[in-house]
């Protein structure tokens, strides 16, 4: 079986830019939410680190249809 791995760098970070706000749980999920819908993915498996594992946990609960599973790591602290 063929897995893709996809790992973007959010909001504020990398070559993204910069914005003033939007770096709670419910933007950064939004983000995580229109690229998955731009890609047209399904049965997704997201994998959250330290405050991403919030983001992951959050994007499963907007739309859990999308989503085939979450791993959290090093998270759960919010």
Do not use: C, M
Not at 48 to 53: K, N
Not at 62 to 72: A, R
């Amino acid at each position: 079986s063929v897995h893709r791995v996809i790992a973007p760098d959010r909001r504020g970070a990398g070559l993204t830019a910069k914005p003033e706000s939007g770096y709670d749980f419910q933007t950064l999920s939004q983000d995580v939410l229109s690229l998955i819908n731009k890609l047209k993915l399904r049965n997704v498996y997201l994998v959250g680190h330290s405050a991403g594992a919030g983001v992951a946990l959050t994007t499963a609960a907007l739309e859990p249809e999308k989503i085939g599973g979450v791993i959290l790591v090093d998270g759960g602290f919010w």
